[in-house]
């Protein structure tokens, strides 16, 4: 990573405390544009509360977070979606009773100039019906259009979801768990939009996510959560050759990733 690149988001000294707990301790962390940034550590590491912390979700006790450079703690998530940060939810966050294309026409028309008139017919905005319609190709739900949201399969629900998110046009995706819920069958096609995404050079993902293989292959940077802390940063290669985390994990608190780290170490 040279010193040249543009850093996208940042965090300085995020501390986030719930009573006599501290969740997120004194962390700092750059996503730099255009990478994939991986989030990981097991279960009340402080990564979703680091994540929620990112994502204007919650607000700080200490520290500030920056998108472009502005500092934005304490910026609503509905007023960073205007300025080009999206995110999911490890829980679906779709309409059920709408259909694939609604869900969809109305995320790209709520950032739009026409986002008081949401609940118009479908007709009267074609331009953001059009862009419903390349978005929903985009995330492989194409000839889903007219299928009420809540009969979808699990795994086209995720791809929904992510299909909601583009179609903001957004700079930063914030992904909290997208393969949650997923069986392993379905996990590969949403990996392979997520590459898609990333491949048209345009997009910043911040990804938290469990499942270690995935994030082994698809990510540019790890950053490795333990008791509210870094606990290590870095590539892939980087991370599963680090000696400290490697004796952090591979002590069975995490599994997958004990199990990732040796396939790759070894």
């Known amino acids: 990573m ?9 965090a300085k000294n995020l501390q986030k405390e719930f009573g006599g707990l501290v969740a997120v301790d004194d962390v700092s962390v750059a996503i730099y544009a255009r990478t994939l940034h991986s989030i990981i550590g ?19 006790t200490r520290g500030q977070v920056f998108y472009q450079g502005k500092d934005i703690t304490g910026l609503a998530p509905h007023r960073r979606a205007h300025l080009g940060i999206g995110r999911s939810f490890q829980i679906t966050n779709i309409f059920p009773n709408l259909t694939v294309l609604e869900n ?11 986002n008081f008139r949401m609940f118009q017919r479908a007709g009267s905005f074609p331009a ?16 889903r259009e007219g299928v009420l949201a809540q009969v979808l399969p699990h795994g086209d629900k995720r791809k ?6 583009l179609a903001s046009d957004p700079h930063l995706l914030l992904l909290d768990e997208p393969t949650a819920g997923m069986s392993s069958e379905q996990v590969p096609a ?11 050079g345009d997009k910043t993902i911040v990804l938290v996510e469990h499942r270690m ?35 952090a994990y591979l002590g069975a608190l995490y599994g997958d990733l004990a199990k990732e780290l040796e396939d790759n170490v070894g």
Not at 2 to 10: F, G, S, Y
């Open 2 to 10: 040279t010193a040249e690149r543009e850093i996208l988001l940042e």
């Open 42 to 60: 097991p279960n009340g590491a402080g990564k979703t509360t680091l994540f929620n912390l990112l994502s204007g979700m919650m607000d700080p």
């Open 104 to 114: 969809v026409r109305l995320a790209a028309q709520a950032v739009g100039r026409d």
């Open 128 to 143: 953001y019906e059009e862009k419903a319609r390349e978005v929903l190709g985009r995330v492989g739900l194409q000839g």
């Open 160 to 165: 929904l979801e992510l299909g909601i998110m």
């Open 190 to 200: 949403l990996l392979d939009i997520i590459r898609a995404i990333m491949a048209d």
């Open 213 to 247: 293989d995935m994030v082994m292959s698809i990510s540019d940077r790890i950053t490795v959560m333990h008791q509210g802390q870094v606990l290590a940063e870095g590539t892939p290669h980087e991370i599963a050759t680090n000696q400290t985390v490697q004796s």
